[in-house]
Nanobody, 127 residues
Framework: QVQLVESGGGLVQAGDSLRLSCATS????????MGWFRQAPGKEREFVAA????????NYKDSVKGRFTISRDNAKNTVYLQMNSLKPEDTAVYYC????????????????????WGQGTQVTVSS
């Protein structure tokens, strides 16, 4: 079992920055690939970013490349999503997720590969 707790969401203006955090417990963190997903009202949950065990491999949704950065601190069992130059279309509930069956290199982009999910944190970007 892996428990995930997100924090750091809020209401910001377009162009602002936020950093989301996801604290984990329950399984060896440095053997789990981690991902961030988001879900806007009326839309499907979508991939945002993912990071491999060691952090050496990352993947991003095209629309966030250059603006968002995923990172992890294995000593703190925490994964982060730094979001810069936020846009109104980034408004959504953001979820972190853990893939317990990942290989050391993988940073999965497919939602169905993730086994555990946090409760989500709301990010609202006003224009």
């Amino acid at each position: 079992q892996v428990q995930l707790v997100e924090s750091g969401g809020g209401l910001v203006q377009a162009g602002d920055s936020l950093r989301l955090s996801c604290a984990t417990s329950g399984r060896t963190f440095n053997r789990i690939a981690m991902g961030w997903f988001r879900q806007a009202p009326g839309k499907e949950r979508e991939f945002v970013a993912a990071i491999s065990w060691s952090g050496s491999n990352t993947n991003y949704k095209d629309s966030v490349k250059g603006r968002f950065t995923i990172s992890r601190d294995n000593a703190k069992n925490t994964v982060y999503l730094q979001m810069n130059s936020l846009k109104p279309e980034d408004t959504a509930v953001y979820y972190c997720a853990a893939d317990q069956d990942s290989t050391h290199w993988s940073a999965p982009t497919i939602l169905q590969l993730y086994d555990y999910w946090g409760q989500g944190t709301q990010v609202t970007v006003s224009s």
